[in-house]
């Protein structure tokens, strides 16, 4: 790996090493680009991962001070733990369960097909579906995606086997296995998956595609990347005229150190990136960084989401297998008709045994409770994941009332349901339990939301910058040399899980980085 000095202000700093940062770093180290990428997390392996849900928990999880407020469930249940996200080399590429999905088109375009629908901030996106279709072929390439590239899907286990059985009594068509970036076959010098069913607890086997074993060691082979970890950056220096000049961090050891830049890329989460650009107010840029338009935060989105759960006479052991290689995207689409604007997925889902307490009825103890979790071997379970509502009032700020380790604000994650993700939501939860009425199970059970994963918005793309923060190309609109490399960037959330769409946007991303430095306008 490459060692560059502090002072080089030509190497391009990236901040996080997931899926944009990760995917961000190497694409530009392969075309010659020197990048320093700091991680606030530890370095695992696919050795040092734990197939144990609470111990691998404390191992990925980032777990430094969060607050929330809002009226949504999850401020109620789980108050210090908003999102559940991961803090190590990699990110959340370690903990995500594989399913890799395109936008729709439609998707692309929701103020245009949604119309007007109040107390939404929708917007549509400054790109299409025909312009990232290029990139996204890149991307399931890199990432294996199955179905894509004549790769095979992945075998169902005893989960999918319930799910599609009461799918396809119930007349849904486009039920399969999933697109899972998982490899079901040798790939990419992988190995297949081996169906251990801890894909959330990091892949041992090392089939799931995560940045932390696949762009980074290849971004190190260059000669052109140097990744320093437990590096936590807290704020983003610039000079007079409004231009980055470089990152302060605190290392490992908690000194105060400062990297120089050409440019600086912004890959930390949802949370962390409108955090970090709040934390480098100035005198230039009182109100954030990057945030004349006062959208930075602003427009969280955490997709609409809940389990369904049933009990079945036979056993099922949805535990065994892959967590979430199976799907129905028959709902996805947008029909008014249901009595709400967008679409979800269905997607299977198992918990295991601690998981599963903590998570099936938060703080509902009692004689229900006991017999959901006597029949654990007995049951199997979906995941509900629907496009919600941007809204400018669901936001990232700082509470200056509580800090972290280096004396800075904790963020507070402020969320309240959208009517149309109630609406969703009510939809998505009867049919999931149709689905396994028909598959005949005795008893249905609906899980409410855990914390969230799927963290969007908050640096919003778009065409204006009096509404966005960032173009096309996630280059802010009010710092030439300042981009959003993540989730952050969405404009609106989708139907789908997000990984591909936040890959695919990096290596096109990197694309336009090169050209701008190649043409020495940046």
């Known amino acids: 790996m490459a060692k560059f000095e502090q002072t080089d202000d030509s190497v391009v700093v990236i901040i996080g090493s997931g899926a944009g940062g990760g995917t961000l770093s190497n694409e530009l180290c392969q075309k010659g680009v020197k990048v320093v990428c700091l991680e606030a997390g530890a370095r695992q392996s696919p050795a040092s991962f734990i197939n144990d849900e609470w111990k691998s928990f404390v191992q990925l999880a980032w777990l430094d001070p969060r607050t929330t407020s809002g009226s949504w469930r999850v401020a109620k249940d789980f108050a210090g733990l908003p999102a559940w996200i991961c803090k190590t080399v990699g990110g959340t590429t370690t903990h995500w369960a594989g399913a890799s999905l395109r936008f729709q088109e439609h998707e692309f375009r929701i103020k245009t097909h949604y119309g007007d629908i109040a107390g939404a901030n929708l917007q549509d996106w400054p790109l299409t579906l025909q312009e990232l ?40 068509k486009e039920v399969h296995t999933g697109n899972m970036a998982i490899n079901s076959q040798p790939r990419h010098d992988r190995g297949r998956c081996m169906q251990l069913g801890f894909c959330f607890q990091g892949c041992k086997s090392g089939a799931k595609w995560s940045t932390l074993y696949t762009e980074i060691p290849k971004a190190e ?23 980055v000049t470089g990152v302060v961090y605190f290392d490992k050891d908690g000194k105060e150190q400062r990297q120089k830049a050409r440019i600086v890329c912004v890959a930390g989460n949802s949370i962390e990136t409108p955090r970090l650009l709040l934390l480098s107010a100035s005198s230039l840029f009182k109100d954030g960084l990057a945030n ?28 065994r297998g892959t967590t979430m290689a199976g799907i129905i995207r028959d709902e996805s689409g947008h029909d008014p008709k249901r009595g709400f604007a967008g679409g979800y997925e269905m997607e299977t889902l198992a918990l295991g045994i601690p998981f599963m307490a903590a998570f099936l009825n938060p703080g509902g103890w009692g004689e229900d409770f006991t017999w959901w979790m006597d029949r654990y071997t007995h049951l199997a379970g979906m995941w509900l994941v629907g496009e919600d509502m941007p809204r400018e009032s669901n936001r990232i700020t700082l509470n200056p009332n509580v ?64 509404s966005s923060v960032c173009d096309k190309f996630g280059r802010t609109h009010d710092v030439p040399n300042l981009f959003i490399s993540d989730g952050s960037q969405f404009t609106t959330g989708g139907a789908e899980n997000p990984t591909l769409t936040i890959v695919t946007l990096a290596i096109r991303q990197a694309d336009h980085i090169a050209k701008l430095m190649s043409e020495r306008t940046i």
């Open 133 to 172: 279709e290029p990139w996204y072929d890149k991307a399931e390439d890199k990432m294996g995606v199955t179905r894509t590239h004549g790769i095979p899907g992945l075998p169902g286990n005893n989960n999918f086997k319930v799910f599609h059985a009461g799918a396809k009594r119930l007349g849904y």
């Open 403 to 466: 800090k972290d380790k280096y004396g800075n604000p904790a963020p507070n994650v402020h969320f309240d349901d959208h009517p149309n993700d109630i609406a969703m939501r009510e939809h998505a939860f009867r049919q999931g339990e149709r689905v396994y009425q028909a598959a005949g199970a005795i008893k249905t059970f609906r899980t409410p939301p855990y914390p969230s994963t799927h963290n969007l918005g908050t640096c919003r793309m778009g065409a204006s910058k009096d």
């Open 221 to 243: 082979a260059t000669g052109n990347f140097e990744l320093r970890t437990e590096c936590h950056v807290t704020r983003i220096e610039h000079d007079d005229k409004g231009k």
């Open 292 to 319: 004349s338009s006062g959208q930075v935060g602003r427009n969280y989105m955490r997709h609409m989401t809940g389990s369904v759960y049933a009990a079945f006479k036979n056993p099922v052991h949805m535990y």
